[in-house]
């Protein structure tokens, strides 16, 4: 199989755990036996354990492809967007990347897949039937469409010429009010739920005829001067030549902790009591502080860093305009190097622990505005402070003034307690430059 | 007014406010005007609002000491017990320190309240009328008892010989069934709530005849080798002249979040937000990252340093057993020069937030076990380490070494990021010093 998987923006809807740099897809809450893993990884691990031989592409966003590969190692290709701009550019730069950059046929077939539904292996069985589809050359286009469970206002609508497993697409219907989605289920409608298959021959010249570039490389360097668009839009509404395979299996859209708390491994993450009259509650608790419940019936309550969120199940679905008048800083963050977290912020000072792992290193930088005293609480590594090397160990502690360049790297696991001063202390405040 | 105020135990009852450090007499839930107030405040506001003249001594705990000091400055006497004796012993320990350290009259007449109760002010007329009564001389106890305003499990009672506002006691109850609670209720029996009145001179004798003592100081010294007993039991079960004045008025015992959440000032407090559909919930949040409540109904949310509370109303009387759980060293702390918040815990290390009133300072100190590293993050003072002074200002940092003898003194508010650092970290490794 030969698969791109659009691994979407920042979101709210599964706040305090997702927030402006962690998306739902990162987050910890399924199993595979006794571990815990995310969206992304239990998607890896179904693509591969369907075909091991997969090609899998991941197209995302610059602030995601550090938690990517802390998840997914270098066992995926990731294309990363210059910045946002819907998925038409973002397909368009994924398919001149496998060509350009990792040498693909443009004979070869690829099926683009959202990375957040919950299924099971048969949706990537009928992933890799899609592929086969297009590789016959039928139809420019082969969409996969999901069999409705009941008539949802939520998701657009496919509505095929015919019933049978595989048919030509009748017409497509934006979200409809529940009565009108009851009509296209007489009508063997299936859920559009942005997955579909083509030839890369197909994708690029349809690209060029819509957007004046020469390359991957090209279309990258111009990627901001592209208008946002998006591939249903710009493609799949005016194509003639499009069929659709009927999906049948599970498929949950986990975009509310409402279909979280259905899919959640455990009832309960981290520190967490429940008393013995706690109904259809679950709790995720990333803070290292226990969370009590008694008495609770029907609630998501989910913690972090960033906040508190207790709900009504049924509610959850409603809390983006709430969510979008707190205003903080994410206080927890995965980078490329290990994680951050915010501890204390105060007029004038922040305090900050960095838990890097090892081998990992942080960029050589400095800051204009703020100084930054650093305790090291336990690990090894090496600081370099204006060129300046020095061992570190655990009670090791260094002064870096403000317009100092400096970087560490971590021969063990390192935690570093960071505390930083200055009236302008801002994440822009960073200028980063190359360690000769 | 002559009054001694206990001011009892820690609690869990309240947790995650209450704790072993912080009972919930001194958490600031109430209101005054603007301003918060806790428990003892609003008592001590209460009682001089009905005599500004009123002599009021706080019976407590070593552990309490200190945060007396901070709500109420020095405006009442404290009498520290210098260990828990229960009731009884508190009480002469109290009655002596009147006399014996306060040169108070044995003729004078003294009344006993807990500090916990919610009341009007009229309550503190009964409490003076209590202390009427007792002058006249007309019992050796005058106590003062609750109309009941249900048929309740929870308090012992008092029978009354008449239903007149001033009547001898016949007998007392225990806690009794509901079906007995009504019974009593028919004989016009009140609640005992432990509020009694005597002269000095009545108590004293009592005291001596059961206790082998001198005067206030010699108690003091032997006071670990007295037997817990309650005063109830000790003395109020076995007088023959005794009366009870029945006090009409509001009183509630603000035991549990239940009651709390009804006299609390506003429904939330902290960083809290709620969508409109939630219905009849409170919100007490001691954190700084904010709290989302959607759809919650007839909760109570409480969340401090030590943990997160969330439960049903009606059931957060019932969070005593499950709160014992939870085996976790106090996160949040008032000391007498002002807070400390542990902010992170880890093998070899933890970070804590020292937060200091200006003129306030430290014991001078040591610690065997753990390195310690201190980043100035706002205000100015002075170190003395190993004897010798340093001045502080904010981006200060001093690393003491394990024996090392320290303290420091806040010449402004001073906030300090502490880091302790060793494989022994324990808050009992601190030796104490005078400073010369």
């Not at 020469?214 to 069929?243: C, G, H, M, P």
């Not at 000072?349 to 960095?354: A, R």
């Amino acid at each position: 199989m030969n698969i791109i998987l659009l691994s979407g923006g920042s979101g709210k809807r599964l706040w305090p755990l997702s927030n402006d740099v962690r998306s739902k897809q990162f987050i910890k809450l399924f199993k595979n036996g006794d571990e815990y893993e995310s969206m992304v990884q239990r998607v890896y691990r179904q693509i591969t354990t369907v075909d091991s031989d997969a090609k899998i592409t991941i197209a995302t966003s610059n602030s995601q492809a550090s938690a990517i590969k802390n998840q997914l190692g270098e066992k995926t290709s990731i294309c990363v967007e210059p910045c946002r701009r819907d998925t038409f550019p973002a397909i368009v730069l994924a398919a001149t990347y496998l060509h350009d950059e990792l040498g693909m046929s443009v004979d070869e077939a690829v099926v683009v897949c959202p990375v957040d539904p919950y299924v099971d292996n048969t949706y990537y069985e009928a992933v890799r039937k899609l592929q086969e589809l297009t590789e016959t050359g039928a139809a420019n286009l082969t969409l996969m469409g999901i069999e409705p469970t009941y008539p949802s206002e939520k998701y657009g609508y496919i509505i095929p010429a015919t019933g049978e497993n595989v048919s030509r697409v009748k017409e497509f219907k934006e979200k409809p009010d529940i009565e009108t989605a009851k009509k296209y289920l007489a009508q063997c409608a299936l859920w559009n739920a942005g997955i579909f298959a083509f030839k890369i021959s197909y994708l690029i010249e349809k690209a060029h005829s819509m957007l004046d570039f020469e390359d991957y490389r090209d279309l990258f360097n111009k990627y901001d001067t592209l208008t946002k668009i998006s591939f249903d839009y710009a493609v799949v509404e005016k194509e003639e030549s499009i069929q659709v395979l009927r999906y049948r299996g599970d498929w949950k859209d986990v975009g509310t902790w409402n279909m979280m708390a259905e899919v959640m491994a455990d009832q309960t993450k981290g520190k967490a009591i429940m008393d013995e009259t706690c109904v259809n509650t679950n709790v995720v608790n990333e803070l290292n502080i226990p969370i009590l419940c008694m008495g609770c019936k029907n609630l998501i309550v989910a913690a972090s860093g960033d906040g508190i969120l207790i709900s009504d199940k049924e509610r959850s679905g409603y809390m983006k305009p709430y969510v979008e008048k707190i205003e903080t800083e994410a206080r927890y963050a995965e980078k490329s190097w290990g994680t951050y977290t915010v501890m204390d912020v105060q007029p004038g000072s922040k305090t900050i622990k960095l838990s890097m792992r090892a081998g990992e290193h942080l960029t050589y930088h400095m800051h204009n505005y703020r100084e930054e005293v650093w305790t090291v609480v336990a690990g090894k590594g090496k600081a370099i402070v204006d060129g300046r090397e020095q061992f570190l160990r655990t009670g090791d502690v260094i002064v870096i003034a403000a317009g100092c360049k400096h970087t560490v790297e971590a021969f063990t696991n390192l935690d570093i307690i960071e505390v930083q001063l200055g009236d302008e202390i801002s994440v822009s405040d960073k200028i980063k430059f190359t360690l000769m």
